[in-house]
């Protein structure tokens, strides 16, 4: 018997079985945490210059590096880049249908 597949939404994290209040709020912390990769990679800092940076501990952004999503808080995220000089806009829209 062959198992039926479904569509994949627009959340991976919704399509690996969260709810839609954890995928929503999974999504926003990788969204934040790719922001500070892609500065730290524009920026070619050193884990130790970025921890100065973004005002953490170097395994802390080690962890950001290896995705460790879990172990962040989005509040904690966005004071890291606030940290970098960076304002984070939150924007808010209906769901597609």
């Not at 524009?42 to 395994?59: C, D, E, I, R, S």
């Not at 989005?74 to 960076?86: E, F, S």
């Amino acid at each position: 018997m062959k198992d039926k597949l479904s569509a994949p939404s627009a959340n991976v994290f919704k399509d690996m079985g969260f709810s839609k209040e954890e995928a929503a709020n999974l999504t926003a912390r990788s969204v934040l945490m790719m922001e500070i990769t892609r500065i730290m990679d524009g920026k070619k800092l050193t884990q130790g210059q970025a921890a100065k940076l973004f005002g953490v501990t170097q395994p802390r952004i080690s962890d950001v590096k290896k995705g460790k999503v879990n172990d962040f808080s989005v509040d904690h995220l966005i004071k890291m880049l606030a940290r970098a000089g960076r304002t984070v806009t939150i924007r808010v829209k209906p769901e597609a249908a």
